[in-house]
C-alpha cells in the first residue's frame, strides 16, 4: 500500500484531482461572496485555498466587529507597503501601473471548524491611517502597535503606540520597501553575490610501481 494513496500518478489522477480542487475553490468562492453580501464588503478573491475579503477603511472597525459573529478568532494583524521604490531586493514587475497604497490585513477564524478570512483594506500610503481595533479586540493592540512601528501607520484609537522594538530616537520604519538597509551596503542581497566555482580536482597519473602492480594481478 502506498503512503500517500491520494497523490495523483496517472493522467486520470491528475485530472480527477484538478476538478477536485476547482471544486474546493468554487465552494470557497461561494462561502466568500455570501460573507461579503453579509457584512457589506466591497469584494472577494480566493486564492491557494485563502480568502481575502476586501473592507471600505471607513468600515474597517464596523465589518471586522461584525465578522466576528461568524469568525471569533483574532489570529494577527499586519500590513503590505506597495510601492514602486523598491531599495533592497528585486525592482517591481509593471512599475508604470503599480497602484502605490498600503494594504492593512486582519485574519479573523473560526473556533468551531476551518473557516476563517484575511480581511483587507487599502489605505493612501502618502497618509496612512485607519481606524484601531483595540477599542473592540485588546489583543490587535500589539499588531497595531508593530504595524506603526514597521510601516509607520496611524492607527487612530490606539493610545499605546509606542515602538515594540526600535529604540525611541529610532528614524524610518524598516519595512517599507523604501527604506534602505545599512547592512546591504556592507553585503550584497543574496542572489547577487558572485560565487566562486568548485576547484577542479587534479588530474592524478599512475606510476611506474602502480602499473606493474596491476600487471602482475592480471597475469
Given at each position: 500500500?502506498?503512503?500517500?494513496?491520494?497523490t495523483?500518478?496517472?493522467?486520470?489522477?491528475?485530472?480527477?484531482?484538478?476538478?477536485?480542487?476547482?471544486?474546493?475553490?468554487?465552494?470557497?468562492q461561494?462561502?466568500a461572496?455570501?460573507?461579503?453580501?453579509?457584512?457589506?464588503?466591497?469584494?472577494s478573491?480566493?486564492?491557494f485555498?485563502?480568502?481575502?475579503?476586501?473592507?471600505?477603511?471607513?468600515?474597517?472597525?464596523?465589518?471586522?466587529?461584525?465578522?466576528?459573529?461568524?469568525?471569533?478568532?483574532?489570529?494577527?494583524?499586519?500590513a503590505?507597503?506597495?510601492?514602486?521604490?523598491?531599495?533592497?531586493?528585486?525592482?517591481?514587475?509593471d512599475?508604470?501601473?503599480?497602484?502605490?497604497?498600503?494594504?492593512?490585513l486582519?485574519?479573523?477564524?473560526?473556533?468551531?471548524?476551518?473557516?476563517?478570512?484575511?480581511?483587507?483594506?487599502?489605505?493612501?500610503?502618502?497618509?496612512?491611517?485607519?481606524?484601531?481595533?483595540?477599542?473592540?479586540?485588546?489583543?490587535?493592540?500589539?499588531?497595531?502597535?508593530?504595524?506603526?512601528?514597521?510601516?509607520?501607520?496611524?492607527?487612530?484609537g490606539?493610545?499605546?503606540?509606542?515602538?515594540?522594538?526600535?529604540?525611541?530616537?529610532?528614524?524610518?520604519?524598516?519595512?517599507?520597501k523604501?527604506?534602505?538597509l545599512?547592512?546591504r551596503?556592507?553585503?550584497?542581497?543574496?542572489?547577487?553575490?558572485?560565487v566562486e566555482?568548485?576547484?577542479?580536482?587534479?588530474?592524478?597519473?599512475?606510476?611506474d610501481?602502480?602499473?606493474?602492480?596491476?600487471?602482475?594481478?592480471?597475469?
Amino acid at each position: 500500500m502506498s503512503d500517500t494513496p491520494d497523490t495523483p500518478t496517472t493522467e486520470t489522477d491528475v485530472v480527477e484531482a484538478a476538478e477536485h480542487d476547482g471544486v474546493e475553490t468554487g465552494a470557497l468562492q461561494q462561502w466568500a461572496d455570501a460573507l461579503v453580501e453579509e457584512l457589506g464588503a466591497l469584494g472577494s478573491t480566493v486564492e491557494f485555498d485563502t480568502v481575502r475579503i476586501h473592507v471600505d477603511p471607513a468600515r474597517w472597525v464596523e465589518t471586522i466587529n461584525q465578522a466576528r459573529k461568524k469568525l471569533e478568532l483574532f489570529s494577527w494583524l499586519s500590513a503590505i507597503d506597495w510601492s514602486k521604490d523598491v531599495e533592497v531586493g528585486d525592482p517591481v514587475d509593471d512599475v508604470d501601473t503599480l497602484e502605490e497604497r498600503f494594504e492593512v490585513l486582519c485574519r479573523l477564524s473560526s473556533v468551531e471548524n476551518a473557516d476563517g478570512a484575511i480581511f483587507v483594506a487599502v489605505i493612501d500610503r502618502e497618509n496612512p491611517f485607519i481606524d484601531s481595533l483595540m477599542p473592540t479586540i485588546g489583543g490587535a493592540e500589539w499588531h497595531e502597535r508593530e504595524a506603526h512601528e514597521m510601516f509607520g501607520i496611524d492607527f487612530v484609537g490606539n493610545t499605546n503606540l509606542i515602538p515594540l522594538y526600535l529604540p525611541d530616537d529610532f528614524i524610518g520604519n524598516p519595512l517599507l520597501k523604501s527604506y534602505p538597509l545599512l547592512s546591504r551596503e556592507v553585503k550584497p542581497w543574496p542572489g547577487d553575490v558572485d560565487v566562486e566555482p568548485m576547484p577542479e580536482l587534479p588530474e592524478i597519473e599512475a606510476t611506474d610501481d602502480v602499473e606493474s602492480d596491476t600487471e602482475g594481478e592480471e597475469s
